[in-house]
């Protein structure tokens, strides 16, 4: 069994040397403990840890540990990170802090109609395919930039940035990183509220440590804190 305590501090202090060495604030990246396929009961060993961020990928599992034993009622940040699909936004709209996989724009339009519905403002994330991978999902970097103007006016729904996921090759992950960067730059130009696009939500077990370095502000961590699944 992995120590999950061990495993955030060790994380942590990678992070800190990370932002020490290029010269960023270690306050301003948000690790999120991806516990996809893990237990609850583990999840609840890395919030005993001090872990507030976690993330999951499907819908199911996700309401099946919202509202287990272990977990229910804690102050817990969930963010959803996995693919998403209109018919499923209902079930997790007022049970997530950040959604960070919108890859269509009707996915958005369901989750504009929903918050609207229930009257609260849902903050979320555009997926960006930037390796081009035809077994990825997320925009493409053209359409991102085409379909913007449409979701900036969405109401009840707040973009705060973008998010990938890079080549498994450390090289290509970084010109992808940076891609990323550069996009969300050029949505800044063109948002009628730039301050609110802060996050770029990049970086997995294998490769953070130069998302941080091409400007992260949220990695998702789950090997390297839960171990394989």
Same mark, same amino acid.
Request: charged fraction near 30%; include cysteine.
């Given at each position: 069994?992995?120590?999950?305590?061990?495993?955030?501090?060790?994380?942590?202090?990678?992070?800190?040397?990370?932002?020490?060495?290029?010269?960023?604030?270690?306050?301003?990246? !948000?690790?999120?403990?991806?516990?996809?396929?893990?237990?609850? +009961?583990?999840?609840?060993?890395?919030?005993?840890?001090?872990?507030?961020?976690?993330?999951?990928?499907?819908?199911?599992?996700?309401?099946?540990?919202?509202?287990?034993?272990? *977990?229910?009622?804690?102050?817990?940040?969930?963010?959803?990170?996995?693919?998403?699909?209109? =018919?499923?936004?209902?079930?997790?709209?007022?049970?997530?802090?950040?959604?960070?996989?919108?890859?269509?724009?009707?996915? +958005?339009? #369901?989750?504009?109609?929903?918050?609207?519905?229930?009257? *609260?403002?849902?903050?979320?994330?555009?997926?960006?395919?930037?390796?081009? #991978?035809?077994?990825?999902?997320?925009? /493409?970097? @053209?359409?991102?930039? *085409? @379909?913007? /103007?449409?979701?900036?006016?969405?109401? =009840?729904?707040?973009?705060?940035?973008?998010? !990938?996921?890079? /080549?498994?090759?450390? =090289?290509?992950?970084?010109?992808?990183?940076?891609?990323?960067? #550069?996009?969300?730059?050029?949505?800044?130009?063109?948002?009628?509220?730039?301050?609110?696009?802060? @996050?770029?939500?990049?970086?997995?077990?294998?490769?953070?440590?130069? +998302?941080?370095?091409?400007?992260?502000?949220?990695?998702?961590?789950?090997? +390297?804190?839960?171990? /394989?699944?």
């Amino acid at each position: 069994m992995p120590d999950i305590a061990i495993n955030l501090k060790r994380i942590s202090d990678e992070i800190r040397a990370t932002c020490n060495r290029i010269g960023r604030d270690p306050g301003d990246i !948000t690790l999120i403990a991806v516990s996809k396929t893990k237990s609850s +009961a583990l999840v609840r060993e890395a919030f005993d840890a001090g872990q507030r961020d976690l993330g999951e990928s499907y819908v199911q599992e996700f309401l099946e540990k919202y509202s287990s034993d272990h *977990l229910s009622g804690l102050p817990i940040r969930w963010h959803f990170i996995g693919h998403l699909q209109s =018919n499923k936004v209902k079930d997790i709209v007022d049970k997530t802090y950040l959604i960070h996989s919108i890859d269509k724009l009707k996915t +958005a339009e #369901e989750l504009s109609k929903l918050a609207s519905r229930k009257n *609260l403002t849902a903050d979320y994330l555009i997926e960006v395919n930037t390796s081009g #991978e035809a077994t990825k999902f997320g925009l /493409s970097p @053209e359409t991102l930039l *085409l @379909e913007t /103007s449409r979701l900036f006016t969405l109401p =009840n729904i707040r973009l705060k940035g973008l998010m !990938t996921i890079a /080549s498994p090759d450390r =090289n290509k992950a970084r010109k992808e990183f940076r891609l990323l960067g #550069e996009l969300l730059e050029k949505l800044r130009e063109t948002s009628p509220d730039p301050s609110s696009l802060t @996050e770029l939500s990049m970086g997995m077990s294998q490769d953070f440590d130069i +998302a941080i370095e091409e400007g992260a502000t949220i990695i998702r961590i789950g090997t +390297a804190i839960f171990g /394989s699944r």
